[in-house]
Each structure stands twice: as structure tokens, then as C-alpha cells.
């Protein structure tokens, strides 16, 4: 191109103080210059074309680490989430069975109560009826207990 600027001048130049000049080779220069930006928007489409082509490329690469970082974070997630819930149900499983020990010591607890309830009143009955023969045996002896 700047081979075809410099003609361009010589030409000018030429045309300036040549009165016999031939305006044709102006216009053959003209014509390679036409050729010329044609040649170099050609070469400038081919170059966006590639760097849309590598930018495609680098796009398609990122939306696959993308893809690959967000299954690997969706993996983790899962684990995570199926450890809590063995933790959970761990820990459910233990609350539920020291429920049932404590609901098994509560039944036994109440059954001794029970137990302990009926001997005390099976002890003050026969307090009670020995007190009651012994009153019956003083006042068949006649004797009077001095209280």
C-alpha cells in the first residue's frame, strides 16, 4: 500500500508539471488501489473470522470448566448432604432409643412404686388389725390401755 502511495505522488507531481500528462495511468493506479483495499479487507475479514473462531473456542472451554466446576460442587454437595443425613438419622436413632430406656425405666420405676405402695398398705392394714385385736383382747380382758 505505501509502494502505491508513493506512485500515487510521483504521479501528482507528474500531472503537475507535465502538460502533456495521460490521466489514464491515474486511473490504472486507481484500479490497483481498488485491488489493494479489497486484498487487505479480505485479509482483515479472514483475521475477525479466525479471532471470532479462537474467541468461540475459548468460550466453549470456559462454559466446560463451568460445567465441570459446577458438577464437581453439585458432587460435593451431595456427599455433604448424604453424611448430614446419616448424621441425623445417627443421632435420631440414639435419642429414640434413649427414649425407649427411659420410658422402659419408667414403667419399671412405676411398677416398683406400685409394688412399694401396696406392701406399705398391706403393713399399715396389719398395723392396723393388730392395733385393733390388741384394743378387742383389752376390753374383753377388761383392762383399759392407759392412753
Same mark, same amino acid.
Given at each position: 500500500?505505501?509502494?502505491?502511495?508513493?506512485?500515487?505522488?510521483l504521479?501528482?507531481?507528474?500531472?503537475?508539471?507535465?502538460?502533456?500528462?495521460?490521466?489514464?495511468?491515474?486511473?490504472d493506479?486507481?484500479?490497483?488501489?481498488?485491488?489493494?483495499?479489497?486484498?487487505?479487507w479480505?485479509?482483515?475479514?479472514?483475521?475477525?473470522?479466525?479471532?471470532?473462531?479462537?474467541?468461540?473456542?475459548?468460550?466453549?472451554?470456559?462454559?466446560? /470448566?463451568?460445567?465441570? !466446576? =459446577?458438577? &464437581? #460442587?453439585?458432587?460435593?454437595?451431595?456427599?455433604?448432604?448424604?453424611? $448430614?443425613e %446419616?448424621?441425623?438419622?445417627?443421632?435420631?436413632?440414639?435419642?429414640?432409643?434413649?427414649?425407649?430406656?427411659?420410658?422402659?425405666?419408667?414403667?419399671?420405676?412405676?411398677?416398683?412404686?406400685?409394688?412399694?405402695?401396696?406392701? /406399705?398398705?398391706?403393713? !399399715? =392394714?396389719? &398395723? #392396723?388389725?393388730?392395733?385393733?385385736?390388741?384394743?378387742?383382747?383389752? $376390753?374383753? %380382758?377388761?383392762?383399759?390401755?392407759?392412753?
Amino acid at each position: 500500500m505505501e509502494a502505491l502511495i508513493y506512485q500515487f505522488t510521483l504521479l501528482s507531481n507528474q500531472a503537475l508539471e507535465d502538460k502533456s500528462f495521460d490521466p489514464s495511468n491515474i486511473e490504472d493506479l486507481m484500479k490497483l488501489f481498488e485491488i489493494e483495499s479489497y486484498k487487505s479487507w479480505a485479509a482483515m475479514e479472514l483475521e475477525q473470522q479466525k479471532e471470532a473462531e479462537e474467541a468461540e473456542s475459548a468460550m466453549q472451554q470456559a462454559e466446560e /470448566y463451568l460445567d465441570s !466446576a =459446577m458438577e &464437581s #460442587a453439585m458432587d460435593e454437595f451431595r456427599r455433604f448432604e448424604e453424611e $448430614l443425613e %446419616s448424621m441425623s438419622k445417627a443421632e435420631m436413632n440414639s435419642l429414640v432409643e434413649t427414649a425407649e430406656n427411659a420410658r422402659k425405666m419408667g414403667n419399671s420405676m412405676e411398677k416398683k412404686a406400685a409394688i412399694a405402695s401396696k406392701r /406399705y398398705m398391706e403393713a !399399715a =392394714m396389719n &398395723s #392396723a388389725t393388730a392395733s385393733m385385736k390388741s384394743a378387742w383382747k383389752g $376390753l374383753a %380382758s377388761k383392762k383399759v390401755h392407759p392412753s
